[in-house]
């Protein structure tokens, strides 16, 4: 870390000497290593490490962003002095400045944020391979009749990386990741062919669950594929799977950037304040979460990184607006970018709110589809179940939801309470009424 460190600090200062009015530097460091299995063989194993630097310019206002790989002493020397050159070449833009150094920071300690396993420097190649391994076994014992082919996946890997700016800000920052999961493609009577996957993330390795429940979550929605159709065109009330609800959410982080709302292509654009959803929509953005997956200490300008509401109690309360789109449009910036988006949970169990309904949807994938940010308007393809009083009476496919972003929240009837720790998104299953489902 000290070695990235010292580098950043040398090509910042390098970068002033060289004639550049502005620098900002980032040095990083990655493994990652990736395992499949299929069929009882090892079907992918790869591992790479790579490195890199990143330099920002602001020469007479003209700003560039330039990356290598190679770090050598002669090789970087060369490399920055084509950058500043190539600078010369473009537009003014005194907007790409970097940001006041007050603003810069870390929000949270590493210790705070706890984003590095000490378990993920002693895993060794047999570790990888014996959890695949019993992962693809466990599938094997509960699959059901008529698998074409299924197959286990074990991925992890670290990075570290260190910032210089030259307003002042410099810092560094550490972080480890692993995923578990796998696939399953059935044989059904109709000769079509279902697919079915589960994968679970998570900082610490301790964190994701047991192989026999990662096994049994991939068998169980296998076989919630057989004999899958679409029922009737309708509007029903739609039971969103915790895991899935990152479909729907995602759709609002294009219309909230600053980028969308200063080029004019936001549905949300005046809106700030406003009610667009049902008082039970609360959604925080939080980068503080020990552990999260979305966690971290600064934003992508070096702003201190806080929590924020996003929307609370339907009201929209924030925008994401980087430094540079908050001079464009004349406001303080808030951040850039997402980081772990939360929803909170409710008091109900998803079993307790189905069998309050005497039909439902219950969406627990996405295939497909698309969002317009302008309008709001959204089409996804979903997988899911039909339930009458909670219980499943046909499995779904070949099925779209359809809406918009500026009702669909307001639709929210109920949380349950089992939010989903295993993404950057948190949130427990949502249930929304009178929902528009396209089917035969």
């Not at 020469?59 to 084509?82: G, W």
């Not at 993920?120 to 570790?127: F, G, I, L, N, V």
């Not at 299924?150 to 030259?166: P, Q």
């Not at 929210?412 to 249930?431: C, N, Q």
């Amino acid at each position: 870390m000290s070695q990235l460190l010292n580098l950043a600090q040398s090509v910042v200062k390098d970068s002033l000497a060289e004639g550049a009015d502005e620098a900002s530097v980032s040095v990083s460091h990655a493994s990652y290593t990736t395992l499949v299995r299929r069929g009882g063989k090892v079907e992918q194993a790869t591992q790479s490490t790579t490195r890199g630097l990143v330099v920002s310019l602001l020469v007479e206002d003209r700003y560039s962003s330039h990356s290598t790989s190679d770090l050598r002493p002669e090789a970087l020397r060369t490399f920055l002095r084509r950058a500043l050159n190539a600078t010369g070449y473009l537009e003014q833009d005194p907007d790409r400045r970097l940001p006041d150094a007050a603003l810069c920071g870390r929000g949270a300690t590493a210790e705070q944020l706890d984003q590095r396993d000490p378990s993920w420097d002693a895993r060794k190649a047999e570790d990888r391979a014996d959890l695949a391994e019993t992962v693809e076994r466990l599938m094997a014992e509960n699959e059901p009749d008529g698998v074409i082919s299924s197959a286990s996946y074990v991925a992890d890997g670290a990075s570290e990386s260190a910032w210089v700016m030259s307003n002042g800000f410099s810092d560094e920052h550490r972080g480890a990741w692993f995923s578990v999961g796998g696939e399953m493609t059935l044989l059904d009577t109709d000769g079509r062919r279902p697919e079915a996957s589960a994968y679970y993330g998570s900082r610490y390795l301790s964190d994701i669950p047991a192989p026999e429940e990662v096994a049994l979550e991939v068998v169980t929605r296998a076989k919630e594929r057989l004999g899958s159709r679409a029922i009737a065109s309708g509007t029903y009330p739609m039971l969103l799977q915790n895991r899935s609800v990152s479909r729907i959410l995602g759709a609002l982080g294009g219309p909230l950037s600053g980028s969308a709302l200063h080029h004019g292509r936001s549905c949300l654009t005046g809106r700030l304040g406003e009610r667009l959803g049902s008082p039970l929509f609360t959604l925080l953005d939080d980068p503080t979460i020990a552990r999260g997956l979305g966690s971290r200490p600064w934003d992508g300008d070096g702003l201190v990184a806080v929590p924020r509401a996003i929307f609370e109690e339907g009201v929209l309360k924030s925008y994401y607006i980087n430094v540079y789109y908050g001079r464009r449009l004349g406001v303080d910036p808030t951040t850039g970018s997402l980081s772990n988006w939360v929803v909170p949970p409710g008091d109900q169990s998803v079993e307790d709110l189905a069998k309050a309904l005497p039909k439902a949807i219950l969406v627990n994938g996405f295939l497909g589809g698309n969002s317009n940010g302008v309008t709001g308007d959204f089409s996804f393809g979903v997988r899911g179940v039909l339930l009458e009083y909670g219980e499943p009476v046909q499995s779904l496919s070949e099925m779209n939801v359809s809406g918009n972003l500026l009702t669909i929240f307001d639709r929210l009837g109920a949380i349950a309470d089992d939010p989903w720790p295993y993404s950057s998104v948190r949130s427990p299953t949502l249930l929304f009424d009178d929902v528009q489902f396209s089917g035969s």
